[in-house]
């Protein structure tokens, strides 16, 4: 299906408060699908809360470090989702089979700092929508929907401006409003966001060129010298090029074995291995997430390749395997037994994978989920409650370590994009507290394991489209095999 016509338009904002002057939503492009994709989400919404007066609160910009001075604006996801509307300040009622918009139409001072942009009315017409309000009479209504005993439903917030006006609006105190969201309406959205539509598989995917640029940049800067700060710029400036930020702050590390490494201090040396978990932010607001470890050089040690070569065992297994009617924690115990087996095969560990793997012991090497839901968010829907997103009556969130981290337990369906991220990581800190408690001595061989203390970590992660019969990686795939990555240098 062909993707435009897209609603191109600049959006240029600036906001002067008092003799203040407050920019917004810089230069943002405001990007859309077609109108009648959100018309069809907000009915099947209204159908499945038939009755419910449904409240949505748009982000706001977020001060830096004073108010004229902001950090890039991010709309609430779920109110991309639904109204598409790219721009701070917006809220949205559902209710009645009606969809009012409630903002304000900028002023002459705004015009002169940011220049013209569209009307209110006009940006809610290309959603579909013919009802606006002022952003304040959103008080009112809410306050009439209140009197008539209306049950007001909304997600859970997770900004602090939001969880305020929402206790103004609602009167339910600030500590208990986050606790009151409708799980009714997020489900009702789980339901709608977890199988992707066309246009959206059309956009994940395309945006997946620019997760391939950034990783690749940076496997090929894997080289003695370099520094993670430089490759760091580097992957986020392909994610910008491709006009997006990042999805989520790159990781980019030779010490790999910090599952989210923020740092980028150091200077890469020949016999280390560059871990890289970036991924990029779609103009329509849509994620891409992957995975690399490279070695520094080009050229992988033979202990490095015997690890490797595990993890992507893993990896190639889920994608192998996933499809819909399977449950991903079942993918996710998959991945934990050809990791088992694999560090079994080099003597770090012993005994059975299964065995290994039902105790919870090989969580010393992999301690968390093989993967997660993608889509508007790179966790998407993550803002809700994880356990109503990724977990269902039939498959229960394990308390077990390792397992308890995984974010997706439930069955796949047609449609779910999902990632596939095993890794094997070896903590000295996680391995002196092991050994220190005696946990697994007869299954984790901490002798043998002493040679792997300053080995780091490998991860190795796709998206995967679950399809009909099975699933897909999503774009082309990045090198991958011992093979690919040793050429790239
Ligand atoms: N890519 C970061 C994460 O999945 O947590
Ligand atoms: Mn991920």
Redesign the pocket.
């Known amino acids: 299906m062909p993707f435009f016509p897209f609603i191109y338009y600049l959006c240029i904002v600036k906001k002067q408060t008092n003799n203040n002057c407050r920019t917004k939503n810089l230069h943002s492009r405001h990007i859309m699908f077609p109108k009648e994709i959100y018309i069809n989400r907000r009915q099947k919404l209204s159908k499945a809360l038939d009755g419910g007066f449904l409240l949505f609160i748009g982000n706001r910009n977020a001060a830096f470090n004073y108010p004229s001075n902001e950090y890039a604006f991010r709309q609430d996801s779920t109110f991309l989702y639904l109204f598409g509307i790219d721009e701070p300040d917006f809220a949205a009622v559902i209710a009645d089979g009606e969809t009012t918009i409630y903002a304000d139409d900028v002023t002459m001072d705004d015009i002169i700092w940011m220049g013209p942009q569209k009307s209110v009315a006009d940006k809610a017409a290309e959603a579909g929508i013919s009802h606006t309000k002022r952003r304040n009479d959103i008080a009112t209504d809410v306050a009439k929907a209140i009197r008539s005993g209306r049950a007001v439903h909304f997600i859970p917030p997770y900004r602090g401006e939001t969880i305020i006006e929402l206790s103004e609006l609602t009167g339910i105190p600030t500590a208990n409003v986050k606790q009151s969201y409708s799980a009714e309406l997020v489900k009702a959205l789980v339901a709608l966001r977890s199988q992707k539509e066309p246009c959206e598989i059309e956009e994940l995917e395309r945006h997946q060129t620019i997760g391939y640029n950034m990783h690749v940049t940076a496997m090929k800067m894997a080289a003695e010298g370099r520094t993670e700060k430089e490759i760091h710029a580097a992957i986020d400036y392909q994610s910008m090029l491709g006009g997006g930020s990042v999805a989520?702050p790159t990781?980019c590390s030779v010490s790999g074995q910090t599952?989210?490494n923020h740092t980028y201090n150091n200077i890469l040396r020949n016999g280390q291995m560059l871990l890289v978990?970036?991924?990029s932010d779609s103009p329509l607001h849509y994620a891409t997430?992957h995975?690399r470890t490279t070695p520094v050089g080009g050229r992988f040690t033979q202990k490095q390749k015997e690890i490797y070569q595990i993890v992507l065992n893993a990896n190639n297994a889920v994608a192998d395997n996933s499809k819909p009617g399977v449950r991903y924690l079942d993918m996710h115990l998959l991945a934990a037994r050809t990791i088992a087996d694999g560090l079994i095969s080099l003597g770090i560990m012993k005994g059975t994978a299964e065995e290994a793997v039902s105790r919870g012991a090989h969580a010393l090497f992999f301690p968390?989920g093989i993967?997660?839901m993608m889509g508007l968010d790179?966790?998407d829907m993550e803002n809700y409650n994880e356990d109503l997103v990724g977990y269902d009556e039939k498959t229960k969130r394990s308390s077990q370590f390792g397992l308890s981290s995984l974010r997706l337990g439930r069955e796949l369906k047609p449609g779910f994009v999902v990632?596939d991220?095993p890794g094997i990581y070896f903590i000295p800190e996680l391995i002196d507290k092991w050994q220190a408690e005696g946990l697994f001595k007869d299954i984790i061989n901490y002798d043998i394991l002493k040679q792997y203390r300053s080995f780091g970590g490998i991860r190795l992660?796709d998206d995967l489209l679950v399809t009909d019969s099975g699933c897909r990686i999503l774009g082309k795939r990045i090198p991958i095999t011992i093979e690919e990555v040793e050429a790239l240098h």
Do not use: C, M, S
């Open positions: 989520f990781i599952l989210h978990d970036a991924g997430d995975t968390h993967g997660h790179v966790h990632t991220e992660e």
